[in-house]
């Protein structure tokens, strides 16, 4: 047991430093160990920082966002593989489709560290926020800006790993700028709506503690950070 913790701290190791020579010889791994070690550490990272983000509304909205935002991530990388796989094989990247989503996999697990890394920040940033009880907004869209901002750092910091990993799979750069960006198109409108029928994370000061909104589907989550920022700019 303890050889396989040490062994699985140093895959970790290896994936936030993008060695990618060492990533390249674990797509072609068949055991099914590492992509479970990677969804064990999705939920860790991503449950803990999920947490954080719906403390400031109730212990009840943390519970729910710690366990929706893995869940988030999840639905997002398998509900997108199939298309994935066809656009790194259009692009000519080469990958399979287990291959492109074990890639994936392994880029959201870097988001998944980062993040959770990130926990003591939000806790910090949280307790110093205007409570739920000085009935301000000003302190529910600093709280939602700020995990925005923080969860677009971690993505694109795991994607400047995992476009390393292209390259050096493709031996082209332009081939494997163009698979990315067309991984990023669909995995962020797919993720961001998700996030908006999956709401509430934080919760509103003025709605009850609920897993899902009774109108999950009204609106889009575009239209809904375009309200939160226009009050800085009036």
């Known amino acids: 047991m ?9 895959r970790l190791a290896i994936l936030c430093r993008g060695q990618t020579e060492e ?23 991503c449950g803990l920082y999920g947490a954080t983000i719906g403390l400031w509304r109730s212990p009840f909205q943390s519970l729910y966002a710690g366990i929706k ?15 994935n796989g066809m656009l790194a ?6 990958l399979s489709f287990r291959q492109t989503t074990l890639a994936i996999l392994m880029s ?7 993040l959770g890394a990130f926990t003591p920040i939000s806790l910090f940033i949280l307790w110093n926020t205007p409570s739920l009880s000085s009935n301000s907004m000003a302190g529910h869209y600093f709280i939602k800006l700020t995990h925005v901002v923080a969860i677009a750092y971690a993505g694109v910091m795991a994607n400047l790993r995992l476009y ?14 163009k698979t990315l960006l067309a991984w990023l198109i669909g995995n962020l409108f797919l993720g961001s709506q998700l996030s908006w029928i999956m709401r509430p994370f934080i919760g509103s000061p003025f709605l009850k503690v609920q897993f899902l909104r ?6 889009n989550f575009y239209e809904n950070i375009f309200e939160t920022i226009k009050p800085f700019f009036t």
Not at 214 to 219: K, L, P, R, T, V
């Open 2 to 10: 303890i050889g396989i913790s040490k062994g699985y701290h140093r």
């Open 23 to 45: 990533l390249v010889v674990w797509l072609e791994e068949k055991s099914l160990h590492w992509p479970i070690y990677c969804c064990v550490g999705i939920v860790f990272g």
């Open 69 to 83: 935002f893995p869940l988030l991530i999840f639905i997002t990388l398998f509900a997108n593989a199939g298309l």
């Open 89 to 94: 094989q259009l692009l000519g990247v080469g």
């Open 108 to 114: 959201f697990t870097i988001v998944a560290l980062i």
């Open 164 to 177: 390393r990993l292209l390259a050096q799979l493709s031996g082209s750069a332009e081939r494997s700028r």
């Open 214 to 219: 009774d109108d999950a589907f009204n609106g």
